[in-house]
């Protein structure tokens, strides 16, 4: 098992390019999430995924959008980059709530590392 | 006042010291609690569930504290392989959906 990936692992973008960043997992979770990490202040979620279709806001999610068509897949999409949105970010999964309860372990991708000039 | 807030170090501590780290949390009806392990430049990964009654898993505790909104994580025989961030995790409801929340993280540094 792959468990949780990420592409593209590095992108530098000009102010203004648009990009998506795709997430796969293989561990049939139905919860799936993004998040950026800057310095000195931690992970911060950005949008989220309950299951395959639906899709909501977390604590940052403007100048973001994303799509989830299929279970496996999540994908977080920046319109007009700035160079604000410069950061690491990292998709992560987990099971239903229903499932596992509150003791939720998240398996997280590698990240991919966004430059934007 | 952070949701979940934890001094960021670096805690540089001698091979074979014990350290312990604390994270406080604000929200009285958070469900349950973690320490994440990050590698510099890596992602982050579970280390340890941390229950009422406390628990250890080989060299490391953690223990809770409902009444003071704190957990804490100590590590005894400190390895160099023991040098990375440790992130203190709180999950609670919100919207009707688990809230995950974050610490910023401690580092510690294990010095030869």
């Known amino acids: 098992n792959a468990g949780v990936t990420q592409t593209p692992k590095f992108r530098v973008l000009k102010t203004g390019q648009s990009m998506t960043l795709l997430c796969a997992q293989d561990m049939n979770h139905e919860y799936m999430y993004w998040y950026r990490q800057d310095p000195g202040m931690g992970l911060r979620l950005i949008h989220y995924?309950?299951?395959?279709?639906?899709?909501a806001k977390g604590e940052v999610p403007d100048g973001y959008n994303v799509s989830r068509l299929k279970k496996q897949n999540f994908l977080l999409g920046l319109e007009s980059a700035a160079p604000s949105q410069t950061s690491v970010y990292f998709c992560?999964?987990?099971?239903?709530?229903?499932?596992?309860?509150?003791?939720?372990?998240?398996?997280f991708g590698p990240g991919t590392r966004l430059t934007v000039l | 006042r952070k949701e979940v807030e934890q001094d960021p170090g670096p805690f540089n501590v001698p091979e074979g010291a014990t350290v312990a780290f604390n994270c406080t949390y604000s929200n009285s009806a958070s469900q349950s609690f973690f320490w994440y392990r990050q590698d510099c430049r890596k992602e982050p990964k579970l280390l340890m569930s941390?229950?009422?009654s406390g628990n250890e898993d080989g060299r490391f505790t953690a223990q809770l504290n409902r009444a003071s909104q704190y957990i804490s994580l100590l590590i005894r025989d400190s390895k160099l392989s023991d040098s990375a961030t440790y992130l203190c995790?709180?999950?609670?409801?919100?919207?009707?959906?688990?809230?995950?929340?974050f610490g910023i993280g401690t580092k510690l540094q294990v010095i030869p």
């Open positions: 995790v709180v999950n609670g409801l919100s919207g009707g959906y688990q809230k995950v929340t």
């Open positions: 941390v229950y009422s």
């Open positions: 992560a999964s987990s099971y239903s709530s229903e499932l596992a309860g509150w003791y939720n372990e998240q398996f």
């Open positions: 995924s309950v299951g395959e279709g639906t899709t």
